[in-house]
């Protein structure tokens, strides 16, 4: 039996009647109209956007002037709304769709605006990732009142009437509810007023957030924590898996909670989260399986825990550490403690340390940060930050003209660099651990790092003194653009993912220590890309630029042609064996809402990669 809560959003979730009044003054004065009595402007709310044009205009929605007003409000809602869009979210309201969710309850949003312009909103509030199913009023032949919305998602989710709810703040969604043959919750506290809502015979009638979950849960039946069965239950009980081993076949990663995460922020159904998890573990892509998680050999504390760092050596027991200290300290006071020493060594296991405790943090798990706390820990290898010292010969640079200059250096200096990577590489007698050297990209990774490189630790100014928002979306955009100039390139891939990572580890650090995450990330790339002995062209980098880097390449985020091509890309990723696809989906769809629809990510979203063949040092059994 599927419970499913349908909401509306204007009103419901999100407190956007008054910017949606502030942003139809804006259409209207950019039309030359006279503005409208903000009253009126709110009593169209629920409505379809041409209707309410239509309405307000005194015209059939025809006429080209409703078409105008559409336009102009469009891109009033990119710049008046969004913006604010966290701040919009009415109180209790996080919470309680967490509670929804914890309680077997799939949920749903059936809204008046389009489409792409809901799902833009929900993820600019932070709220996106609790809905399963999003219908806006493109997806339908007729909005709201009509039952249609309500029915459509009944018919998605295989569920019948009797076992659904409609939330919403006006009277269209009550009438749409009934018309479908489904329960109703009023909400007092958006456009329309408790008489009139009342007059729409809504199931209940509820003054705040925390009261419609009440209500929810006295309408749906079972949805007692006891028979608790959906998304939100499903992904916790995968992330807080522990019978699993973080590696497998020596040093290759086990992904698995990566996928969950991307997967379930894509709003895959848990069933097929479920699924895909369950046949990575009995075979994953390079042809074996994740191997069973190892008892811990030793006792890990605060005097010796430094003396395993990067070692490879016991990850259980670095589990029982920071599990230990979590308890004791909380999740935020362990890792403002432990993470300013762990950071230097992002780049360990293929960034994928990093990937599992970012991605743990994005997802709000708290298991899976302690895995990913520990692995940081047990991978562990050095991108010597203290090396870098600022040069004032670059202080006027920003992070693209830093990583052109290299590529240029890189250009000029080809052969002689390209020599000194294959001797660092060819010499295996350094103090690295020998089953780096049987993966060989990681032992790339490791020599280059060890040894350095003074262009790697010349460092501009704007690694300290810039904004570090504005530097993770200026190093999210460079290295978007190095992927697109290697398309498939799987380091390339994990440097996206893994900024990713490191933007929501950096947030778990007070303010002053933020620049220092994003000095080891630059000083880590630059190790990473120097590594593999060749360097993207300056000439593709500045030309690929010249597309992406312009302000007309910029896809209008409500416009439906762009949420369907996302749905498309989604339901690829979904169905790729390769578990970097969904997270390269993910990551992209990400930057694209958080850029405001730069094309870029859009189109790199597209460019999946395959599982790499595994080198000929694969024929050695691991090292233990």
């Known amino acids: 039996m599927t419970r499913v809560a349908m909401f509306d959003l204007d ?33 169209t709310i629920g409505l379809p956007l041409e209707q309410a044009f239509g309405k307000l205009l005194g015209v059939p929605q025809d006429d080209p002037r409703v078409a105008e007003g559409v336009a102009q409000y469009q891109q009033a809602f990119r710049t008046v709304i969004l913006p604010r869009a966290r701040s919009l979210v009415f109180p209790g309201v996080a919470e309680g769709l967490d509670e929804l969710r914890r309680r077997g309850v799939v949920l749903t949003v059936a809204t008046s605006k389009f489409h792409a312009s809901a799902d833009a909103l929900l993820t600019a509030a932070g709220l996106r990732d609790h809905f399963t199913v999003l219908i806006g009023a493109d997806d339908v ?71 419609v979950v009440d209500r929810i849960l006295a309408t749906l039946p079972g949805t007692s ?38 997967l379930a922020g894509l709003g895959i159904a848990p069933e097929r989260i479920k699924a895909y998890h369950d046949n990575y573990v009995t075979l994953t892509p390079y042809g074996c399986p994740v191997e069973p998680a190892r008892a811990p050999q030793q006792t890990i504390d605060d005097d010796n825990w430094l003396q395993l760092l990067g070692k490879r050596q016991d990850f259980a027991a670095y589990c029982e550490f920071f599990d230990h200290r979590e308890q004791e300290l909380g999740m935020a006071e362990m890792l403002r403690r432990y993470l300013p020493r762990l950071l230097s060594g992002w780049v360990g296991a293929l960034q994928h340390a990093t990937i599992h405790l970012g991605w743990a943090l994005d997802a709000g798990n708290r298991w899976m940060a302690i895995e990913g706390i520990a692995y940081l820990a047990f991978a562990h290898v050095d991108c010597h930050p203290e090396r870098a010292t600022v040069s004032k010969a670059y202080d006027a640079e920003l992070p693209k003209d830093s990583l052109l200059r290299i590529a240029r250096y890189w250009e000029a200096n080809r052969q002689e660099l390209g020599a000194w990577v294959q001797n660092l590489i060819d010499d295996t007698t350094a103090d ?11 032992h790339r990774i490791a020599r280059t790092l060890g040894e350095g490189h003074p262009r790697i630790y010349e460092t501009p100014a704007w690694v300290n003194d810039q904004d570090t928002d504005a530097s993770w979306d200026q190093l999210g955009y460079l290295v978007t653009l190095l992927y697109l100039a290697e398309p498939g390139d799987f380091l390339l891939l994990h440097l996206m993912t893994a900024l990713h990572a490191m933007r929501h580890i950096a947030d778990a650090l007070p303010a002053e220590q933020r620049p220092e995450a994003v000095k080891c990330y630059w000083t880590g790339i630059l190790g990473v890309l120097f590594s593999r002995g060749h360097f993207a062209g300056p000439g593709k980098l500045t030309a690929l630029d010249s597309l992406f880097g312009v302000d007309t390449a910029v896809d209008d985020v409500t416009d439906p042609r762009w949420a369907r091509e ?15 696809n969904p997270k390269l989906v993910y990551v992209m769809r990400e930057m694209w809402h958080r850029t405001g629809g730069r094309s870029v990510y859009r189109v790199a979203a597209g460019q999946f990669t395959a599982t790499p063949e595994l080198p000929a040092t694969f024929e050695q059994p691991p090292v233990e």
């Open 225 to 262: 924590p006891d028979t608790a069965t959906h998304v939100g239950s499903l992904v916790e009980d995968m992330l807080n898996d522990r019978t699993h081993h973080i590696e497998f076949n020596g040093h290759l990663t086990n992904h698995v909670k990566h996928a969950v995460v991307a």
């Open 11 to 43: 009103g419901t979730l999100v407190d956007s009647p008054r910017a949606i009044v502030e942003a139809f003054a804006v259409a209207f004065e950019a039309m030359g109209a006279d503005p409208r009595d903000p009253a009126d402007v709110r009593a």
């Open 141 to 211: 032949t007729y909005p709201k009142p009509h039952p249609e919305s309500g029915l459509l998602i009944l018919e998605r989710l295989d569920a019948r009437p009797e076992h659904a709810v409609m939330v919403g703040d006006t009277t269209h969604d009550l009438r749409m509810a009934e018309a479908a043959g489904i329960a109703s919750v009023a909400v007092t506290y958006g456009v329309h007023q408790r008489a009139e809502l009342e007059a729409a015979r809504p199931t209940h009638v509820a003054e705040t957030f925390p009261e």
């Open 566 to 580: 996302w749905e498309w890309l989604i339901a690829r990723a979904a169905e790729e064996e390769e578990e970097h």
């Open 432 to 442: 690295i651990h020998p089953e780096l050297l049987r993966s060989g990209l990681q």
